[in-house]
């Protein structure tokens, strides 16, 4: 069938207060997990001839509890590195940056830990990911990322052939599955925020 499904984690406590998570490894809550089981009902008997899952493990559980098995740690898919804004919400931003949007304003520097990067960055990373991926498709087969909200925007963004900041038109809520493919040769979203 040659598509690419994406799964966001299930929600963590930062996730419900909006609270900016890079990475910051956060668990699930347990209605992440209650969330993250409900995606399994919408995989049976999907095959994938390559799972790829961020390391954080919020995207791991999500996965395990979704019946996602078999997935490769994937560095590329961890989610974009807020740097001094992580863990902190957009109201607390706009206090000090009136006005502020991280797909426009981007993040400032944040400690050793979060250094912070750009949406450029976040943009080659996902290119990387679509680099493995495509061959997988091509062979016919299907894909499977699992990983974050802003992470799979921007990938979304890039595999319609759209600038990384583009991702700001795809909300993506919690524990969601959408479907990336094609329309004859042309990229195309078949499918977003299905629960």
Sequence with gaps: MRELMLVRHG???????GRHTGLTDIPLTPEGETQAKAVADLLVGREFGLTLVSPL????????????????????LVEWDYGGYEGITTDQIRERVPGWVVWRDGVIPGDAAHPGESIADVGRRVDRVLEKVRPVLARGEDAMLVAHGHLLRVLTARWLGLPPEDGRLFRLETARLSTLGYEREQPAMLGWNVS
């Design 57 to 76: 493990s919020r995207a791991r559980r999500t996965a395990e509890l979704a019946g996602i098995t078999g997935g490769t740690p994937e560095p590329d």
């Design 11 to 17: 929600e963590t406590e930062w996730s419900r207060s």
